[in-house]
């Protein structure tokens, strides 16, 4: 009896442990439901998705990836199918932010009916368009546990609005980022979102409702949701950028009463939106960033808001003081007035007295912010304070206090002097205070101060000394470029931030080696340690297998050696820069398995010729070769770089042609292949892309090429070539052209008068065009406890790499005697023509005078007459004007007294005659040198002195321009007249001589008289 008690009593327990154990399975029919939605998918799309879903047949389905189940029923109750999330490489090189699995599929609600106890179901980020035939949304009217559908980042029409109608158990609706403001072809022919069938009605039930990004426009969106009722259960409304132009009339915002979160950002509202807004009384959240708003904020309506807890002002355009009556709103929690206008010392505003304060967000407006922030010790949950780009007040005498708040955010630009009560904050993990010139030794105390640090911008500043840098493992971002700090990097720097992702520490004095500690940190995805003094070697270990970094920038150093031996791996590099370092040897093959997008070895010392494989890398965006000492032929291969827009291989010893395929490349924008010996003519540029083109100093021979006109070229450089034959008028086409420069060839012709056509335009060049920008990783410094959405000036270091990592793009010319260079935003700034040592003749062209914004004209050397224009006195903005060596004749126009802005004039070696200009303003520093070479021109600072009017010989009128005026001296014809006349009187006198025998022998009796004469007197001397 005892043994059959022991037998049952362990059948019951085996029983009820496999009862339990298949309580906690899902439904084997929910489990055959998702593997035929899986399969659904997968043959719509051609791919492998969902892969976790049934990789085992006994797998429980409740585990697989986006499924939840109830804990009690094991029945599924939330399905959730997310998009891939696409890596951050994926992103740069595809340009997409989302993935488009589902575009192929459509929606089939006979997939989902099988999931009774249904309560979520999360669909976003798929590009899905549409439904099968009959199987639209009101199909899962059975689901009457349904309450969350989220269909954000699809392409659903205005037609699923009919479609939801259907489900009045939703709480919870999310149609953002779709294309609702598009039609049903056969449906609908008006654009109101409410119209006919398009009705969103029905709902009940709802609360939450998104229809943010969508492009709708309607006057009245209330009445087209039906939510203009005293029955609406809405809570939450987000119709953010919509184009919507009044939102709703003012008299019937009373309908949102019961409202607590409304978000209407980048949509047009009504003037008086804020003067009305007190009647929704339960609002907690307000947020009308970008929403066109102007003036001075009402003292009615927003101040009468009393449970507002977030509101969001940013991007408008208000103006002066913020009302006293915000001072009332005693539960605020997030103000965000960022990007607006906003005047007064925030010390004395309304801010100071809001003591539930967490964000203070007054970035880029013209606020006076105290450093001391004495005015908020006792806001104890202040927690993030951004305020870059306002009017910092300095103290003059320090304020020792302790305050309350203990900040985890803090960003401050242009504030000259670090804020005293930093000493007592320990919390903090976001620190910017960037651009502000504070000197003294670099703040270790304040990163020792902060264990929690994720973010660190402390770039533009003076910071000296060396790096005690401490230990911080949440450290993600660390931006110190900019400064005066000396020393060694730590050699442990890669266990002292194990998971950096980005750091820049370019434009210091870092000398010593590059720590091979680097290769611990194993986020680590961009280094930029450019413009300081190390040494040494690359290490091999910078580029170990399963490496993240994707840039790296160590350009302007005294590295050398070999770029990366045969054993690194940098299958992951897209951005390399090496440039103006003292690397040697040929370019390594290691190279050639790196999915490059952007190479620079510029300015170093390699050797050899240009390997054929870097034609296999057909990511390249940006190639730069240029200051090295490579030899041989541009590699046909570069023909397989079709994507390439910046090719810079100047300064090299490279020979041959260009190879005639570049003329297909649609992308190319930037060429250099100045100071080789490249020949032959270069028609293999013909794109309309191209903007600038610098070939100087090579062995082109040809003419100039026509279809230069039909480019958008910006910067033309041929100096120091062969080229010859007239400049084609078809250059004067090149609308946007800025600098030209045609000197030193063999150019002939007149100078066409339609340049005078050309650099009319405002002309705004791409700062950055090459520029290598990043995608936000996201660092969310706000942990999800504020409901709008708010927004730093700083865009979580993706700003570190947007102005600092490019290839260098710009352009060298002469002016002033000198040769600059001009990049970036400067080229905006600079216009010029240099057609200087050529065989240009002809008049200088009346139409000259018509550049305006022209800052260098270089016209000298060559054959050029007539006269100076006294119009160039209209080219009110040049700087260097050199008319020298030439046939110019006439006065020196006294109205060029007017060019302000010039620095270097030259007109000497011509014909010119009469009085210099008055030794006054500018023209009072030009030296002798800028007037010498003209016989007949006298005049401070010539040596020679006009005495009196009288003797100062006049110039001829400017001649009419179809003239042909040689001038008073043709030097030319001066020297043919006078050999001609001297041949002839020695032929003659040969000829008198033959003839007559008396005459020949006087003459020859004289001659021998006169030897001897001398022979004797210098026999005498000795």
Same mark, same amino acid.
């Given at each position: 009896?005892?043994?059959?008690?022991?037998?049952?009593?362990?059948?019951?327990?085996?029983?009820?442990?496999?009862?339990?154990?298949?309580?906690?399975?899902?439904?084997?029919?929910?489990?055959?439901?998702?593997?035929?939605?899986?399969?659904?998918?997968?043959?719509?799309?051609?791919?492998?998705?969902?892969? =976790?879903?049934?990789?085992?047949?006994?797998?429980?389905?409740?585990?697989?990836?986006?499924?939840?189940?109830?804990?009690?029923?094991?029945?599924?109750?939330?399905?959730?199918?997310?998009?891939?999330?696409?890596?951050?490489?994926?992103?740069?090189?595809?340009?997409?932010?989302?993935?488009?699995?589902?575009?192929?599929?459509?929606?089939?609600?006979?997939?989902?009916?099988?999931?009774?106890?249904?309560?979520?179901?999360?669909?976003?980020?798929?590009?899905?368009?549409?439904?099968?035939?009959?199987?639209?949304?009101?199909?899962?009217?059975?689901?009457?546990?349904?309450?969350?559908?989220?269909?954000?980042?699809?392409?659903?029409?205005?037609?699923?609005?009919?479609?939801?109608?259907?489900?009045?158990?939703?709480?919870?609706?999310?149609?953002?980022?779709?294309?609702?403001?598009?039609?049903?072809?056969?449906?609908?022919?008006?654009?109101?979102?409410?119209?006919?069938?398009?009705?969103?009605?029905?709902?009940?039930?709802?609360?939450?409702?998104?229809?943010?990004?969508?492009?709708?426009?309607?006057?009245?969106?209330?009445?087209?949701?039906?939510?203009?009722?005293?029955?609406?259960?809405?809570?939450?409304?987000?119709?953010?950028?919509?184009?919507?132009?009044?939102?709703?009339?003012?008299?019937?915002?009373?309908?949102?009463?019961?409202?607590?979160?409304?978000?209407?950002?980048?949509?047009?509202?009504?003037?008086?939106?804020?003067?009305?807004?007190?009647?929704?009384?339960?609002?907690?959240?307000?947020?009308?960033?970008?929403?066109?708003?102007?003036?001075?904020?009402?003292?009615?309506?927003?101040?009468?808001?009393?449970?507002?807890?977030?509101?969001?002002?940013?991007?408008?355009?208000?103006?002066?003081?913020?009302?006293?009556?915000?001072?009332?709103?005693?539960?605020?929690?997030?103000?965000?007035?960022?990007?607006?206008?906003?005047?007064?010392?925030?010390?004395? =505003?309304?801010?100071?007295?809001?003591?539930?304060?967490?964000?203070?967000?007054?970035?880029?407006?013209?606020?006076?912010?105290?450093?001391?922030?004495?005015?908020?010790?006792?806001?104890?949950?202040?927690? #993030?304070?951004?305020?870059?780009?306002?009017?910092?007040?300095?103290?003059?005498?320090?304020?020792?206090?302790?305050?309350?708040?203990?900040?985890?955010?803090?960003?401050?630009?242009?504030?000259?002097?670090?804020?005293?009560?930093?000493?007592?904050?320990?919390?903090?993990?976001?620190?910017?205070?960037?651009?502000?010139?504070?000197?003294?030794?670099?703040?270790?105390?304040?990163?020792?101060?902060?264990?929690?640090?994720?973010?660190?911008?402390?770039?533009?500043?003076?910071?000296?000394?060396?790096?005690?840098?401490?230990?911080?493992?949440?450290?993600?971002?660390?931006?110190?470029?900019?400064?005066?700090?000396?020393?060694?990097?730590?050699?442990?720097?890669?266990?002292?931030?194990?998971?950096?992702?980005?750091?820049?520490?370019?434009?210091?004095?870092?000398?010593?080696? %590059?720590?091979?500690?680097?290769?611990?940190?194993?986020?680590?995805?961009?280094?930029?340690?450019?413009?300081?003094?190390?040494?040494?070697?690359?290490?091999?270990? %910078?580029?170990?297998?399963?490496?993240?970094?994707?840039?790296?920038?160590?350009?302007?150093?005294?590295?050398?050696?070999?770029?990366?031996?045969?054993?690194?791996?940098?299958?992951? #590099?897209?951005?390399?820069?090496?440039?103006?370092?003292?690397?040697?040897?040929?370019?390594?093959?290691?190279?050639?398995?790196?999915?490059?997008?952007?190479?620079?070895?510029?300015?170093?010392?390699?050797?050899?010729?240009?390997?054929?494989? %870097?034609?296999?890398?057909?990511?390249?965006?940006?190639?730069?070769?240029?200051?090295?000492?490579?030899?041989?032929?541009?590699?046909?291969?570069?023909?397989?770089?079709?994507?390439?827009?910046?090719?810079?291989?100047?300064?090299?010893?490279?020979?041959?042609?260009?190879?005639?395929?570049?003329?297909?490349?649609?992308?190319?924008?930037?060429?250099?292949?100045?100071?080789?010996?490249?020949?032959?003519?270069?028609?293999?540029?013909?794109?309309?892309?191209?903007?600038?083109?610098?070939?100087?100093?090579?062995?082109?021979?040809?003419?100039?090429?026509?279809?230069?006109?039909?480019?958008?070229?910006?910067?033309?450089?041929?100096?120091?070539?062969? %080229?010859?034959?007239?400049?084609?008028?078809?250059?004067?086409?090149?609308?946007?052209?800025?600098?030209?420069?045609?000197?030193?060839?063999?150019?002939?012709?007149?100078?066409?008068?339609?340049?005078?056509?050309?650099?009319?335009?405002?002309?705004?060049?791409?700062?950055?065009?090459?520029?290598?920008?990043?995608?936000?990783?996201?660092?969310?410094?706000?942990?999800?406890?504020?409901?709008?959405?708010?927004?730093?000036?700083?865009?979580?270091?993706?700003?570190?790499?947007?102005?600092?990592?490019?290839?260098?793009?710009?352009?060298?010319?002469?002016?002033?005697?000198?040769?600059?260079?001009?990049?970036?935003?400067?080229?905006?700034?600079?216009?010029?023509?240099?057609?200087?040592?050529?065989?240009?003749?002809?008049?200088?062209?009346?139409?000259?005078?018509?550049?305006?914004?022209?800052?260098?004209?270089?016209?000298?050397?060559?054959?050029?007459?007539?006269?100076?224009?006294?119009?160039?006195?209209?080219?009110?903005?040049?700087?260097?004007?050199?008319?020298?060596?030439?046939?110019?004749?006439?006065?020196?126009?006294?109205?060029?007294?007017?060019?302000?802005?010039?620095?270097?004039?030259?007109?000497?070696?011509?014909?010119?005659?009469?009085?210099?200009?008055?030794?006054?303003?500018?023209?009072?520093?030009?030296?002798?040198?800028?007037?010498?070479?003209?016989?007949?021109?006298?005049?401070?600072?010539?040596?020679?002195?006009?005495?009196?009017?009288?003797?100062?010989?006049?110039?001829?009128?400017?001649?009419?321009?179809?003239?042909?005026?040689?001038?008073?001296?043709?030097?030319?014809?001066?020297?043919?007249?006078?050999?001609?006349?001297?041949?002839?009187?020695?032929?003659?006198?040969?000829?008198?001589?033959?003839?007559?025998?008396?005459?020949?022998?006087?003459?020859?009796?004289?001659?021998?008289?006169?030897?001897?004469?001398?022979?004797?007197? #210098?026999?005498?001397?000795?």
């Amino acid at each position: 009896m005892t043994n059959s008690k022991i037998v049952y009593w362990w059948l019951l327990i085996l029983f009820m442990a496999n009862g339990w154990l298949c309580c906690y399975c899902c439904l084997n029919e929910e489990r055959t439901a998702l593997l035929h939605l899986k399969a659904n998918i997968n043959y719509s799309t051609g791919n492998d998705y969902l892969s =976790s879903w049934g990789a085992y047949e006994t797998s429980d389905c409740c585990q697989w990836e986006g499924i939840v189940c109830s804990n009690i029923t094991r029945r599924v109750v939330e399905l959730s199918i997310m998009a891939k999330q696409i890596s951050q490489e994926e992103q740069l090189i595809n340009g997409t932010y989302r993935d488009d699995m589902l575009r192929n599929w459509l929606f089939n609600a006979s997939l989902f009916i099988p999931f009774k106890n249904l309560k979520a179901l999360i669909i976003p980020g798929h590009s899905v368009a549409g439904w099968v035939k009959n199987e639209g949304f009101e199909k899962l009217r059975p689901l009457r546990k349904l309450e969350r559908l989220d269909l954000s980042g699809n392409q659903f029409n205005r037609s699923i609005f009919q479609s939801l109608s259907q489900l009045s158990s939703l709480k919870s609706l999310n149609l953002s980022s779709n294309n609702i403001a598009s039609r049903s072809e056969m449906w609908f022919t008006d654009n109101k979102i409410g119209s006919g069938s398009e009705r969103l009605s029905g709902l009940d039930k709802l609360e939450i409702l998104d229809l943010s990004h969508n492009n709708l426009e309607d006057e009245n969106v209330l009445s087209a949701l039906e939510l203009n009722t005293s029955r609406t259960t809405l809570k939450k409304l987000d119709i953010r950028y919509n184009r919507f132009q009044s939102f709703i009339p003012n008299e019937e915002l009373g309908a949102l009463r019961n409202i607590v979160y409304l978000l209407l950002d980048g949509n047009t509202l009504d003037e008086n939106f804020l003067r009305s807004s007190g009647v929704m009384s339960s609002l907690k959240v307000l947020s009308v960033a970008q929403c066109n708003l102007n003036g001075t904020l009402p003292l009615q309506g927003l101040c009468d808001l009393k449970y507002l807890e977030e509101l969001s002002l940013s991007r408008n355009s208000f103006i002066g003081k913020l009302p006293t009556c915000l001072g009332n709103l005693a539960f605020l929690r997030v103000i965000d007035l960022t990007q607006n206008q906003f005047t007064g010392n925030i010390a004395l =505003s309304p801010l100071s007295s809001l003591l539930s304060l967490e964000y203070l967000l007054i970035a880029s407006n013209n606020f006076e912010v105290p450093i001391s922030f004495e005015s908020f010790a006792n806001h104890s949950k202040l927690k #993030f304070v951004i305020a870059d780009f306002n009017s910092v007040i300095v103290q003059t005498t320090p304020i020792s206090w302790i305050p309350k708040f203990q900040l985890e955010a803090l960003s401050l630009f242009n504030c000259s002097q670090m804020p005293n009560f930093l000493h007592s904050q320990h919390h903090l993990r976001l620190l910017r205070i960037s651009k502000c010139n504070i000197g003294g030794d670099f703040p270790n105390w304040l990163l020792e101060n902060n264990p929690k640090l994720g973010e660190v911008y402390l770039d533009g500043n003076a910071f000296t000394g060396s790096l005690q840098l401490p230990f911080l493992p949440n450290l993600k971002a660390f931006d110190i470029s900019n400064n005066k700090i000396r020393g060694q990097l730590p050699a442990n720097i890669g266990s002292i931030f194990p998971n950096l992702v980005i750091s820049t520490m370019s434009n210091n004095m870092l000398e010593g080696l %590059l720590p091979s500690s680097f290769a611990n940190m194993k986020n680590l995805e961009c280094l930029d340690l450019s413009y300081n003094k190390l040494k040494g070697e690359l290490p091999t270990r %910078l580029a170990r297998k399963g490496s993240k970094l994707y840039l790296l920038r160590l350009s302007n150093n005294m590295l050398k050696g070999e770029i990366f031996p045969v054993s690194a791996n940098i299958n992951n #590099f897209q951005y390399l820069y090496l440039d103006g370092n003292n690397f040697s040897g040929p370019i390594p093959q290691t190279l050639s398995t790196a999915p490059l997008r952007t190479l620079d070895l510029s300015h170093n010392r390699l050797s050899g010729s240009i390997p054929s494989w %870097l034609g296999n890398i057909s990511s390249f965006t940006s190639l730069a070769l240029s200051k090295n000492h490579l030899n041989g032929h541009i590699p046909p291969d570069f023909c397989r770089l079709e994507g390439l827009e910046v090719l810079d291989i100047s300064e090299n010893n490279l020979v041959g042609v260009i190879p005639s395929c570049f003329s297909s490349f649609r992308d190319l924008k930037r060429v250099y292949l100045s100071k080789n010996k490249l020949q032959g003519e270069f028609n293999m540029f013909s794109n309309s892309y191209l903007k600038v083109l610098d070939l100087r100093d090579n062995n082109f021979s040809g003419s100039i090429p026509k279809w230069l006109g039909s480019s958008g070229i910006t910067i033309l450089l041929l100096k120091g070539n062969h %080229l010859q034959g007239t400049i084609p008028t078809e250059l004067c086409h090149a609308s946007e052209l800025r600098i030209m420069d045609l000197s030193h060839n063999n150019l002939s012709g007149p100078i066409p008068r339609c340049f005078g056509n050309i650099m009319q335009q405002e002309f705004i060049m791409e700062v950055y065009p090459y520029s290598t920008s990043f995608a936000d990783p996201g660092f969310q410094m706000f942990g999800g406890d504020a409901a709008i959405e708010v927004e730093f000036s700083i865009t979580s270091y993706s700003t570190i790499f947007f102005l600092d990592n490019y290839v260098w793009v710009g352009a060298e010319f002469m002016t002033k005697h000198n040769t600059y260079s001009y990049e970036g935003s400067i080229v905006d700034y600079m216009s010029g023509i240099d057609l200087s040592c050529n065989q240009l003749s002809g008049h200088i062209p009346k139409e000259l005078s018509n550049l305006t914004q022209i800052r260098a004209l270089n016209l000298s050397h060559n054959h050029i007459a007539g006269t100076i224009l006294s119009a160039f006195s209209k080219l009110l903005n040049i700087e260097s004007l050199d008319l020298s060596y030439n046939n110019l004749t006439g006065n020196i126009p006294t109205q060029l007294l007017d060019l302000t802005t010039l620095e270097v004039f030259s007109v000497a070696h011509n014909n010119l005659t009469g009085m210099t200009p008055q030794p006054i303003a500018q023209f009072g520093t030009f030296k002798e040198s800028s007037y010498e070479g003209n016989p007949f021109l006298c005049g401070p600072p010539l040596p020679i002195s006009c005495t009196s009017p009288n003797e100062i010989p006049e110039s001829p009128l400017e001649p009419d321009c179809c003239e042909d005026d040689t001038g008073f001296l043709d030097i030319e014809s001066f020297y043919i007249s006078f050999l001609v006349a001297f041949a002839n009187v020695v032929l003659v006198m040969v000829v008198v001589l033959w003839v007559n025998p008396y005459w020949r022998n006087v003459w020859f009796y004289y001659v021998e008289y006169y030897m001897y004469s001398c022979y004797y007197f #210098f026999a005498s001397k000795m």
